[in-house]
C-alpha cells in the first residue's frame, strides 16, 4: 500500500499583515463588530 504524500507548511510573512494584526485589541474588535451590528445590518437583525 503506498504512503500518503507528506506536505510542508511554508510560512510566508507579510509585513503589512503583521502590523495590522498587532494593532488588533479587544476593545478595537468589540466596537467594529458593535458598529456592524448598529449601523449596517440593525434592521435587518429586528425583524
Known amino acids: 500500500m503506498a504512503e500518503p504524500a507528506k506536505s510542508e507548511k511554508k510560512i510566508i510573512s507579510d509585513v503589512g499583515l503583521d502590523v495590522g494584526i498587532?494593532?488588533?485589541t479587544d476593545d478595537r474588535i468589540e466596537k467594529v463588530i458593535n458598529s456592524?451590528?448598529?449601523n449596517e445590518s440593525g434592521a435587518?437583525?429586528?425583524?
Open 22 to 24: 498587532s494593532k488588533l
Open 36 to 38: 456592524v451590528i448598529k
Open 44 to 47: 435587518r437583525l429586528k425583524t
